[in-house]
C-alpha cells in the first residue's frame, strides 16, 4: 500500500470576482498581435487524441492548440489580480484515458516576490473551465529550473492517479482522486538539494527545483490497474533517477546511474525499452556548459551514454535539455543543447536509437557552416530582433532556451519547439532523414507573452505604439496583423517609456534598457518624428543604465527624461544635449500637459511637482493625501487636468496638482487611460484598473468620474493587467490595456448606442441611468437549470444573462436553454451561445466551447435585446441536457 502523509489538501471550486453593484457594459478583446514574445518552456502532446496540444509559459499561463486555424487559444484568462501568481505554469499534464482532461501546477514565485501559495487546476474540458485545489507551499513557474520536467503528471493505466514534482523540500505528491485532493509520498527519499546559488539574499537563486519529472512505465500493470514502475528525476547531481515498482509503496535510487549532472528529462520509450534522460550542469534555462545523454535498458539496468557531443570533449560547451521520441518510429530520438547562445541552438537526431548522431547543421570552413533546414519567418519577420550578425551567426536563430522540443506522436513530420521568444516548428521533419532541408516556421500565433510596460495611442498616425519588456516594442498600424520589426536605432531590451507630442503627434520620444557593455556608444533615449516608423538616438548625460520615464511637450519642442538612479534632465530639441532639472527627485515619474508646451509634471514619494518652463525646474505642489507612489496622465485638450492612480484609490486635479479630489467609492486604482469622448459628450472617456465595490476589474466612465461600468468580465481579468494602459482617441470605448505576460489585449463595445448630453462642468451625465431586473429563479429541467438576470437596462433596451448549471449527477455535453417573452423583446446581439427566435419563443443552445458541464458546474451567456412598452422578464426557463 503507498504510504502517504497526513497532509490531505481539499478541492475548492474557482471563485471569480464577487458580484459589484456597478454597471457593466459588454466588450469584445483581442490581443494585438505580435505572435510570441517570451519563453515557453513547456509543449505538451497528448498521446492518444491527435492534435490535442497544450503550451506552458513562465508568466503568461497556459493554450491550447486549435488546429483549424493553426493558433493557440488561451485558458487563463479567468485569472485576477488576487491570484496573478497562476499565470505561471510550472507544469501541465493532459489525460491520455479521458482526454477533455487537462491539469496545470500554478504559481510564479517560490520567494516572497509572489504572496500566495501554488495550486493544482483542472478542468474536464480541455481548459475552458476550471477547480481549483490550493497547496500549501508554493510553486515556481518563473524561478529556476522551470525548463526540466514535467514534473505533473496523469498515469496512463489507472488516470485518476496523478503525480507531482514539487519543489524547495516538498518532495513528491499524489493524487488518487483526479487531482482534486492530494497527500505527500512519504516514502519518497530525496526532495533534491540543488541550487544555483544557495547564499542567494533574494530567495530566487536559492530556489531548490526539486523533484522535476514523473515517467510511467504503462507496461508494468494493465489498464484500469495503477501504473507499477514509475520513474522519477530530481535535481540531485549524485542522485537524480528514482523508481517504485510497486505503485508508489517503495522507491529506490536505479543503480549505476550517471553522476555529476542534473537529468532535465527523462523520456521513456516503452517499444525498445529505454529510458533516456539529457542532463546539464545547471538547472537553467540562460546556462548551462556541459551534459551528456543517456540510454537505460530497462529490461537489463545497463546505462549507455550516448551523448552526440560527451561531456569530457572540449567540443561540449553546452548542457542537453529537450529531448522527443518518435512515437510512430521509437528508434529515432532528438535532443537540443539547453543553451548554445553561439552561434546557435543544435539539434541532434539519431535513427538507431542514440548509437549515432546527425546534427541540424555542421561546420564546413569556419565560419561557414551547413544547414539541414531552412528558416521561414515571414509570418513573424521581427524574429530577426533587427540584427544583422556576422558568420558563423546567422538571424533568426534557430534557437535558444530550448528546454521543450516535442515531436508529433500522430505525426513524425511535425515537430515543435519552445524558445526565448516564440514556438518553431516544421511539417516536414522526415525531410531530415533524407538528405534534404526541412521548413521552420514561427507557430506561435495566438500566444502572446509579452510583458507591456506602457503604450500610447496618438490622435493620428499608427493605431498603437508600444513598450515591451525583452524585445522592446511595436508600432501597431494594424491592430490583427504583426509588424515587420520590433524598434531599431537603437534596439532596447526592454522600452520603459514612450510619449507623444499631443499637438504634434508625429514626434515620439521613447526610454529604455539594454547591457550597456554591449554598446557603450548607444543611448537610452530614441526619438521619432514620424510617428514612430522610424527613430534616431539622442546624447545622454553620463552614469545612465536604465531608461526611467520620458515625457514630450505638448508640440514637441522639448523633452524631460528621468532616468533611473540619475538626476531627471531637460532637453530642448531631440536629445543633443541635456540640462539637470532642479526641484524633482530621482526617479519621479514624469509626464507633459497635454495643452502647455512648457508645463510637465514628477509625481514621486506622494508629491506632485510641476514646471513651467519647460522642465528646468519643478516645484511640489500643496497637495497632500496622495499615494506613495503611482501612475498619472494629464488629459488631452485640457491644461492642468490630471488624474493620479494608486494604492487607496483614484484622484483628479484640475488645477495643474494645486489639488487633489479623492473620486468616490473607488478603494484602489493601478493606472488610468483616456480614449475618445462618447458621442454627444465633450470628455474623454477614463479608463481605469481599479477596485470598486470590492471588484477589481477594468473600468470606464463617460462622465468624468462621476459613474462607472465595467467593461471586463470575470472570464477575462489576465492576471495584473493594468501596467500599461491607454483609450483610442479616435474610436470610442476601444481600451488598449497591457498585461505581464499575456501581450496586449484591445477592447470594443458590442453592447447598445451610448449618447450622452454634456452639462456647462466637465462632468457629462448619462441621459439613461441603467436599471437591473429581478432575478427570476430557475426552473429546473432534467439534469440542468437556468437562472435569468437582468444586468443593465436603457430606454428601448436592455442587457440580460443566463447562468446554466448541472444539476444532475452525470456530466451533460451539451444544453439548450428555453423560454417565451411576456412582450415583444428581441434579442439583437448574443454571445457565449446559439440563439433562435421565433416571435416570442426564445431557445438558447450552447457554443462550441461551453457545453459540457461537470455536475454542480456552471456556466452563462449574455445579450442585448431590444423592446417597446414594458420589458418583463421571462417568467419561466426551461433548460434541457444533451
Same mark, same amino acid.
Given at each position: 500500500?503507498?504510504?502517504?502523509?497526513?497532509?490531505?489538501?481539499?478541492?475548492?471550486?474557482?471563485?471569480?470576482?464577487?458580484?459589484?453593484?456597478?454597471?457593466?457594459?459588454?466588450?469584445?478583446?483581442?490581443?494585438?498581435?505580435?505572435?510570441?514574445?517570451?519563453?515557453?518552456?513547456?509543449?505538451?502532446?497528448?498521446?492518444?487524441?491527435?492534435?490535442?496540444?497544450?503550451?506552458?509559459?513562465?508568466?503568461?499561463?497556459?493554450?491550447?492548440?486549435?488546429?483549424?486555424?493553426?493558433?493557440?487559444?488561451?485558458?487563463?484568462?479567468?485569472?485576477?489580480?488576487?491570484?496573478?501568481?497562476?499565470?505561471?505554469?510550472?507544469?501541465?499534464?493532459?489525460?491520455?484515458?479521458?482526454?477533455?482532461?487537462?491539469?496545470?501546477?500554478?504559481?510564479?514565485?517560490?520567494?516572497?516576490?509572489?504572496?500566495?501559495?501554488?495550486?493544482?487546476?483542472?478542468?474536464?474540458?480541455?481548459?475552458?473551465?476550471?477547480?481549483?485545489?490550493?497547496?500549501?507551499?508554493?510553486?515556481?513557474?518563473?524561478?529556476?529550473?522551470?525548463?526540466?520536467?514535467?514534473?505533473?503528471?496523469?498515469?496512463?493505466?489507472?488516470?485518476?492517479?496523478?503525480?507531482?514534482?514539487?519543489?524547495?523540500?516538498?518532495?513528491?505528491?499524489?493524487?488518487?482522486?483526479?487531482?482534486?485532493?492530494?497527500?505527500?509520498?512519504?516514502?519518497?527519499p530525496n526532495p533534491g538539494n540543488y541550487a544555483q546559488d544557495p547564499n542567494d539574499p533574494n530567495g530566487y537563486l536559492s530556489h531548490k527545483p526539486g523533484v522535476v519529472w514523473v515517467t510511467y512505465d504503462p507496461r508494468s500493470s494493465a489498464k484500469g490497474t495503477t501504473t507499477k514502475t514509475i520513474y522519477v528525476g530530481v535535481a540531485d547531481k549524485e542522485n537524480s533517477v528514482y523508481r517504485t515498482t510497486d505503485a508508489g509503496a517503495t522507491w529506490s535510487r536505479v543503480a549505476g546511474q550517471p553522476t555529476g549532472y542534473l537529468a532535465h528529462k527523462g523520456v521513456l520509450d516503452t517499444v525498445n525499452g529505454y529510458l533516456y534522460i539529457a542532463t546539464s550542469d545547471t538547472g537553467g534555462p540562460y546556462d548551462g556548459a556541459k551534459g551528456d545523454v543517456w540510454r537505460y535498458a530497462t529490461a537489463t539496468g545497463t546505462w549507455t551514454?550516448?551523448?552526440?557531443?560527451?561531456?569530457?570533449?572540449?567540443?561540449?560547451?553546452?548542457?542537453?535539455?529537450?529531448?522527443?521520441?518518435?512515437?510512430?518510429?521509437?528508434?529515432?530520438?532528438?535532443?537540443?543543447?539547453?543553451?548554445?547562445?553561439?552561434?546557435?541552438?543544435?539539434?541532434?537526431?539519431?535513427?538507431?536509437?542514440?548509437?549515432?548522431?546527425?546534427?541540424?547543421?555542421?561546420?564546413?570552413?569556419?565560419?561557414?557552416?551547413?544547414?539541414?533546414?531552412?528558416?521561414?519567418?515571414?509570418?513573424?519577420?521581427?524574429?530577426?530582433?533587427?540584427?544583422?550578425?556576422?558568420?558563423?551567426?546567422?538571424?533568426?536563430?534557430?534557437?535558444?532556451?530550448?528546454?521543450?522540443?516535442?515531436?508529433?506522436?500522430?505525426?513524425?513530420?511535425?515537430?515543435?519547439?519552445?524558445?526565448?521568444?516564440?514556438?518553431?516548428?516544421?511539417?516536414?521533419?522526415?525531410?531530415?532523414?533524407?538528405?534534404?532541408?526541412?521548413?521552420?516556421?514561427?507557430?506561435?500565433?495566438?500566444?502572446?507573452?509579452?510583458?507591456?510596460?506602457?503604450?500610447?495611442?496618438?490622435?493620428?498616425?499608427?493605431?498603437?505604439?508600444?513598450?515591451?519588456?525583452?524585445?522592446?516594442?511595436?508600432?501597431?498600424?494594424?491592430?490583427?496583423?504583426?509588424?515587420?520589426?520590433?524598434?531599431?536605432?537603437?534596439?532596447?531590451?526592454?522600452?520603459?517609456?514612450?510619449?507623444?507630442?499631443?499637438?504634434?503627434?508625429?514626434?515620439?520620444?521613447?526610454?529604455?534598457?539594454?547591457?550597456?557593455?554591449?554598446?557603450?556608444?548607444?543611448?537610452?533615449?530614441?526619438?521619432?518624428?514620424?510617428?514612430?516608423?522610424?527613430?534616431?538616438?539622442?546624447?545622454?548625460?553620463?552614469?545612465?543604465?536604465?531608461?526611467?520615464?520620458?515625457?514630450?511637450?505638448?508640440?514637441?519642442?522639448?523633452?524631460?527624461?528621468?532616468?533611473?538612479?540619475?538626476?531627471?534632465?531637460?532637453?530642448?530639441?531631440?536629445g543633443n544635449s541635456w540640462q539637470q532639472a532642479s526641484g524633482l527627485p530621482t526617479d519621479a515619474v514624469v509626464e507633459s500637459d497635454r495643452v502647455n508646451a512648457s508645463k510637465f509634471y514628477g509625481f514621486s514619494g506622494g508629491r506632485l511637482y510641476v514646471s513651467t518652463n519647460g522642465g528646468a525646474t519643478f516645484t511640489a505642489t500643496a497637495a497632500t493625501g496622495l499615494p506613495t507612489s503611482g501612475k498619472f496622465k494629464a488629459v488631452p485638450g485640457k491644461e492642468g487636468d490630471l488624474w493620479l492612480a494608486g494604492d487607496g484609490g483614484l484622484w483628479h486635479s484640475t488645477n495643474s496638482g494645486a489639488s487633489f479630489t479623492k473620486v468616490s467609492g473607488i478603494t484602489k486604482s493601478v493606472n488610468v487611460g483616456f480614449g475618445k469622448a462618447a458621442p454627444g459628450g465633450t470628455y474623454m472617456a477614463i479608463f481605469a484598473v481599479a477596485?470598486?465595490?470590492?471588484?477589481?476589474?477594468?473600468?470606464?466612465?463617460?462622465?468624468?468620474?462621476?459613474?462607472?461600468?465595467?467593461?471586463?468580465?470575470?472570464?477575462?481579468?489576465?492576471?495584473?493587467?493594468?501596467?500599461?494602459?491607454?483609450?483610442?482617441?479616435?474610436?470610442?470605448?476601444?481600451?488598449?490595456?497591457?498585461?505581464?505576460?499575456?501581450?496586449?489585449?484591445?477592447?470594443?463595445?458590442?453592447?447598445?448606442?451610448?449618447?450622452?448630453?454634456?452639462?456647462?462642468?466637465?462632468?457629462?451625465?448619462?441621459?439613461?441611468?441603467?436599471?437591473? @431586473?429581478?432575478?427570476?429563479?430557475? /426552473? &429546473?429541467?432534467? =439534469?440542468?437549470? %437556468?437562472? $435569468?438576470? *437582468? #444586468? !443593465?437596462?436603457?430606454?428601448?433596451?436592455?442587457?440580460?444573462?443566463?447562468?446554466?448549471?448541472?444539476?444532475?449527477?452525470?456530466?451533460?455535453?451539451?444544453?439548450?436553454?428555453?423560454?417565451?417573452?411576456?412582450?415583444?423583446?428581441?434579442?439583437?446581439?448574443?454571445?457565449?451561445?446559439?440563439?433562435?427566435?421565433?416571435?416570442?419563443?426564445?431557445?438558447?443552445?450552447?457554443?462550441?466551447?461551453?457545453? @459540457?458541464?461537470?455536475?454542480?458546474? /456552471? &456556466?452563462?451567456? =449574455?445579450?442585448? %435585446?431590444? $423592446?417597446? *412598452? #414594458? !420589458?418583463?422578464?421571462?417568467?419561466?426557463?426551461?433548460?434541457?441536457?444533451?
Amino acid at each position: 500500500m503507498l504510504t502517504t502523509a497526513v497532509v490531505l489538501l481539499v478541492a475548492a471550486v474557482v471563485r471569480m470576482s464577487p458580484v459589484s453593484a456597478v454597471a457593466s457594459d459588454p466588450y469584445a478583446y483581442k490581443n494585438v498581435r505580435i505572435d510570441g514574445g517570451g519563453f515557453v518552456p513547456g509543449i505538451i502532446f497528448n498521446q492518444t487524441e491527435k492534435n490535442l496540444i497544450y503550451a506552458r509559459t513562465d508568466i503568461g499561463g497556459a493554450y491550447r492548440w486549435n488546429q483549424s486555424t493553426k493558433s493557440w487559444t488561451p485558458l487563463l484568462d479567468w485569472v485576477g489580480w488576487d491570484k496573478w501568481g497562476y499565470n505561471g505554469v510550472i507544469s501541465l499534464a493532459t489525460d491520455p484515458v479521458q482526454t477533455n482532461r487537462v491539469y496545470a501546477a500554478v504559481g510564479m514565485y517560490t520567494n516572497s516576490w509572489d504572496p500566495n501559495n501554488g495550486a493544482i487546476l483542472r478542468s474536464t474540458d480541455k481548459g475552458d473551465n476550471w477547480q481549483v485545489t490550493p497547496l500549501p507551499f508554493k510553486l515556481g513557474g518563473n524561478m529556476p529550473g522551470r525548463g526540466m520536467g514535467e514534473a505533473l503528471s496523469v498515469d496512463p493505466n489507472n488516470n485518476s492517479v496523478l503525480y507531482l514534482g514539487t519543489p524547495n523540500g516538498n518532495g513528491l505528491w499524489r493524487s488518487t482522486d483526479y487531482g482534486a485532493t492530494w497527500a505527500k509520498v512519504a516514502s519518497f527519499p530525496n526532495p533534491g538539494n540543488y541550487a544555483q546559488d544557495p547564499n542567494d539574499p533574494n530567495g530566487y537563486l536559492s530556489h531548490k527545483p526539486g523533484v522535476v519529472w514523473v515517467t510511467y512505465d504503462p507496461r508494468s500493470s494493465a489498464k484500469g490497474t495503477t501504473t507499477k514502475t514509475i520513474y522519477v528525476g530530481v535535481a540531485d547531481k549524485e542522485n537524480s533517477v528514482y523508481r517504485t515498482t510497486d505503485a508508489g509503496a517503495t522507491w529506490s535510487r536505479v543503480a549505476g546511474q550517471p553522476t555529476g549532472y542534473l537529468a532535465h528529462k527523462g523520456v521513456l520509450d516503452t517499444v525498445n525499452g529505454y529510458l533516456y534522460i539529457a542532463t546539464s550542469d545547471t538547472g537553467g534555462p540562460y546556462d548551462g556548459a556541459k551534459g551528456d545523454v543517456w540510454r537505460y535498458a530497462t529490461a537489463t539496468g545497463t546505462w549507455t551514454q550516448i551523448s552526440p557531443v560527451p561531456s569530457a570533449s572540449s567540443d561540449d560547451y553546452f548542457g542537453y535539455s529537450g529531448l522527443t521520441i518518435d512515437r510512430q518510429k521509437p528508434g529515432t530520438i532528438m535532443v537540443a543543447t539547453q543553451i548554445s547562445w553561439w552561434p546557435d541552438v543544435i539539434f541532434f537526431r539519431s535513427t538507431d536509437s542514440g548509437a549515432t548522431w546527425t546534427r541540424v547543421w555542421d561546420w564546413t570552413s569556419y565560419p561557414n557552416r551547413s544547414f539541414r533546414y531552412k528558416q521561414d519567418i515571414t509570418e513573424n519577420p521581427w524574429l530577426t530582433f533587427g540584427s544583422n550578425p556576422q558568420p558563423p551567426e546567422v538571424t533568426p536563430k534557430l534557437g535558444w532556451m530550448t528546454e521543450s522540443l516535442e515531436i508529433d506522436p500522430f505525426d513524425s513530420n511535425r515537430m515543435m519547439y519552445g524558445t526565448g521568444a516564440t514556438i518553431y516548428g516544421t511539417e516536414n521533419l522526415a525531410q531530415w532523414d533524407a538528405g534534404a532541408q526541412f521548413t521552420i516556421k514561427p507557430m506561435a500565433k495566438g500566444l502572446e507573452e509579452t510583458a507591456v510596460l506602457d503604450l500610447i495611442s496618438p490622435p493620428s498616425g499608427a493605431s498603437l505604439v508600444s513598450a515591451l519588456g525583452d524585445i522592446g516594442g511595436f508600432r501597431h498600424t494594424n491592430l490583427d496583423a504583426v509588424p515587420s520589426m520590433m524598434f531599431t536605432a537603437p534596439v532596447f531590451t526592454s522600452t520603459t517609456s514612450l510619449d507623444y507630442a499631443e499637438k504634434s503627434p508625429s514626434i515620439m520620444v521613447r526610454a529604455g534598457n539594454f547591457t550597456d557593455a554591449d554598446r557603450p556608444n548607444d543611448s537610452h533615449v530614441a526619438f521619432s518624428t514620424d510617428g514612430g516608423a522610424n527613430w534616431f538616438q539622442g546624447t545622454e548625460p553620463g552614469g545612465i543604465n536604465e531608461g526611467g520615464t520620458v515625457a514630450a511637450a505638448a508640440d514637441g519642442s522639448r523633452f524631460v527624461w528621468a532616468p533611473k538612479g540619475v538626476t531627471p534632465v531637460y532637453s530642448v530639441g531631440y536629445g543633443n544635449s541635456w540640462q539637470q532639472a532642479s526641484g524633482l527627485p530621482t526617479d519621479a515619474v514624469v509626464e507633459s500637459d497635454r495643452v502647455n508646451a512648457s508645463k510637465f509634471y514628477g509625481f514621486s514619494g506622494g508629491r506632485l511637482y510641476v514646471s513651467t518652463n519647460g522642465g528646468a525646474t519643478f516645484t511640489a505642489t500643496a497637495a497632500t493625501g496622495l499615494p506613495t507612489s503611482g501612475k498619472f496622465k494629464a488629459v488631452p485638450g485640457k491644461e492642468g487636468d490630471l488624474w493620479l492612480a494608486g494604492d487607496g484609490g483614484l484622484w483628479h486635479s484640475t488645477n495643474s496638482g494645486a489639488s487633489f479630489t479623492k473620486v468616490s467609492g473607488i478603494t484602489k486604482s493601478v493606472n488610468v487611460g483616456f480614449g475618445k469622448a462618447a458621442p454627444g459628450g465633450t470628455y474623454m472617456a477614463i479608463f481605469a484598473v481599479a477596485t470598486i465595490d470590492g471588484v477589481t476589474g477594468l473600468y470606464r466612465s463617460d462622465d468624468a468620474g462621476a459613474s462607472w461600468v465595467r467593461i471586463n468580465d470575470d472570464k477575462h481579468q489576465w492576471g495584473n493587467m493594468g501596467e500599461a494602459l491607454t483609450g483610442d482617441p479616435r474610436v470610442y470605448g476601444r481600451v488598449y490595456v497591457g498585461t505581464n505576460g499575456r501581450g496586449i489585449l484591445y477592447g470594443d463595445r458590442t453592447g447598445p448606442p451610448v449618447t450622452v448630453t454634456p452639462t456647462v462642468t466637465p462632468t457629462v451625465t448619462p441621459t439613461v441611468t441603467p436599471t437591473v @431586473t429581478p432575478t427570476v429563479m430557475p /426552473t &429546473t429541467g432534467s =439534469g440542468c437549470s %437556468a437562472t $435569468y438576470k *437582468g #444586468t !443593465n437596462e436603457w430606454s428601448g433596451g436592455f442587457q440580460a444573462e443566463v447562468t446554466v448549471k448541472n444539476t444532475g449527477t452525470a456530466q451533460i455535453s451539451g444544453w439548450k436553454v428555453t423560454w417565451t417573452w411576456a412582450g415583444d423583446q428581441k434579442i439583437s446581439q448574443l454571445w457565449s451561445g446559439t440563439p433562435t427566435q421565433t416571435g416570442a419563443n426564445v431557445s438558447v443552445a450552447n457554443a462550441g466551447y461551453n457545453g @459540457t458541464l461537470a455536475p454542480n458546474a /456552471t &456556466t452563462s451567456f =449574455g445579450f442585448t %435585446a431590444s $423592446y417597446t *412598452g #414594458t !420589458n418583463t422578464p421571462p417568467a419561466t426557463l426551461t433548460c434541457t441536457p444533451a
